[in-house]
């Protein structure tokens, strides 16, 4: 699998303009790093395609997307949900890519990346030992940061045209590979009413924003949240940007709810925008 964006072309076109035979880019976003060839028609690629250049171009013009080569042509990676009438795609950033939801990002951007976003959120709640569970699954990094200390990590997403992006992104390929991870497809909800009580050290809850997943933020919920902690637990609430006007609003009725319904402990965790509670 080989994915490209502007990020990995214009190393190229540079390098096609000073008349370089070589070049070294990443294949699989910014991963890893690989020698390729370039002749006067064609970028050469290690498994015997030939990206011609004018779909170097066409992936040069496009800073919002990222593409898959295949059969030497390329396709951009976006996929549209039917259940929930809405177009999911890969976005590029200068490290690991983050989901564009309707055009939106699903992953602070701003003076940060998708990978320094999700170590802040795993920072939270170390240590990150234990079963784990992360309520919305995304782009799967939450759940691949921690598998690499956890004994088991439960992963929750709702839409299944997520899972379709994360096929595609070479960055959620542990998804799939890691016997440590287990997916999971549903509303966060549902399926969490459905798992054993006391089963979890670590709870990972990065909900969509309280407008369009209001649910998420309930006390009826964190009622459940609790109730699959194990004792000494914590849970990691991701909110929003706590001096925004409306993530400060939240974040004032998320403590509440918090403490209400059991959480002993609820503290501000602006680092990763968000609160931490402890059972």
Request: hydrophobic share 40%; proline share 5%; aromatic share 8%.
């Amino acid at each position: 699998m080989i994915i490209l964006s502007h990020y990995q072309t214009r190393p190229l076109w540079a390098a096609k303009k000073k008349g370089a035979e070589t070049a070294v880019i990443s294949l699989d976003l910014n991963i890893t790093t690989t020698e390729i060839g370039l002749s006067q028609d064609a970028v050469l690629l290690p498994d015997g395609q030939m990206l011609a250049w004018d779909l170097v171009a066409e992936i040069n013009d496009n800073e919002l997307s990222c593409y898959q080569v295949q059969d030497n042509e390329i396709e951009k990676i976006q996929f549209f949900s039917e259940t929930f009438n809405r177009y999911y795609s890969l976005m590029p950033t200068q490290a690991a890519p983050t989901m564009l939801i309707s055009g939106i990002p699903m992953h602070r951007i701003k003076d940060t990346d998708p990978h320094k976003d999700t170590l802040s959120k795993i920072k939270a709640i170390l240590p990150a030992t234990g079963e784990i569970l992360d309520t919305t699954m995304g782009l799967g990094y939450t759940a691949t940061e921690a598998a690499k200390t956890a004994n088991h990590v439960t992963t929750i997403e709702l839409d299944p045209a997520v899972v379709e992006v994360c096929r595609c992104n070479p960055w959620s390929q542990a998804l799939f590979d890691n016997p440590k991870i287990t997916r999971k497809i549903g509303h966060a909800w549902d399926v969490v009413e459905e798992l054993e009580a006391e089963r979890f050290t670590r709870i990972i809850h990065d909900p969509p924003m309280f407008s369009l997943a209001g649910e998420l933020y309930s006390a009826d919920f964190y009622r459940e949240l609790l109730r699959v902690l194990k004792g000494n637990g914590r849970l990691f609430h991701y909110i929003g940007d706590p001096n925004s006007k409306s993530g400060g609003g939240v974040t004032k009725g998320v403590v509440r709810r918090l403490k209400e319904v059991g959480f002993s402990r609820v503290k501000p965790y602006p680092e990763a925008f968000g609160v931490v509670a402890y059972v």
